[in-house]
């Protein structure tokens, strides 16, 4: 039985996609203090990232800003896990077969797949969901930063709105400014659609 983490990153913050990660593990496989990606340092997880990608098999599955607008965060969190789980199922689809598969979710939930157990707060209870918390953060905390040096070359900003980081962000503001909102909304990733159009909390 092969058994397969999952975990998303990017389901709170109100800018860019939500990323989903899928990891399997080689025989005997262990990380020292690997845990909630939340919960460790950026250097940590960088470190622990870097272990994963080169010792283990893994996808990354991704819905857009523009799915999430169409479906709910909810339904686009679930697509982004399938798809992660499914690139990686073909992947190993050489070798195994699907009902040799055991996918485990962090949360209560599960997305459209077979063989799948949710487990609350799996993230600091199952290593394998753990990496995949790793992948996912990692991936989409350098979306984020490469989305932040675009933004930082938009010159029409100015105030309001100000621009803000998008790595360490605040707070974009584009209530009234359409023409920022359409500079803004050109880039992929950039802004979901919803509450007060206040776009932007911690990541």
């Known amino acids: 039985m092969i058994i397969i983490g999952v975990d998303e990153a990017g389901r709170g913050p109100l ?20 845990t909630d990606s939340k919960k460790l340092t950026e250097k940590k997880r960088e470190n622990f990232y870097s272990q994963i990608i080169h010792k283990c098999n893994w996808s990354v599955g991704e819905a ?3 799915e999430i607008d169409q479906i709910n965060i909810l339904q686009a969190t679930m697509l982004a896990m399938k798809r992660a789980i499914n ?13 040799q598969f055991k996918v485990l979710v962090d949360g209560n939930q599960c997305p459209d ?3 799948c157990q949710a487990i609350v707060r799996g993230d600091l209870i199952e290593p394998v969901i753990s990496a995949a918390s790793v992948i996912a953060k990692v991936t989409r905390d350098r979306q984020m930063k490469e989305l932040d040096l675009k933004n930082k070359l938009i010159k029409k900003l100015t105030s309001p709105p100000k621009t803000i980081g998008l790595d360490r962000i605040s707070i974009v503001s584009i209530q009234d400014d359409i023409e920022s909102w359409e500079v803004l909304y ?9 509450g007060n159009m206040n776009l932007g909390r911690p990541v």
Request: one cysteine or more; glycine letters at 4%.
């Open 64 to 66: 857009s800003c523009i």
């Open 15 to 34: 800018v860019g996609s939500v990323i989903a990660a899928a990891v399997t593990f080689p025989e005997n496989f262990y990380l020292e203090g690997l």
């Open 87 to 99: 690139n990686l199922q073909l992947e190993l689809s050489i070798s195994y077969k699907d009902d």
């Open 113 to 115: 797949v077979s063989n």
């Open 186 to 194: 050109s880039y992929p990733l950039i802004s979901k659609k919803s």
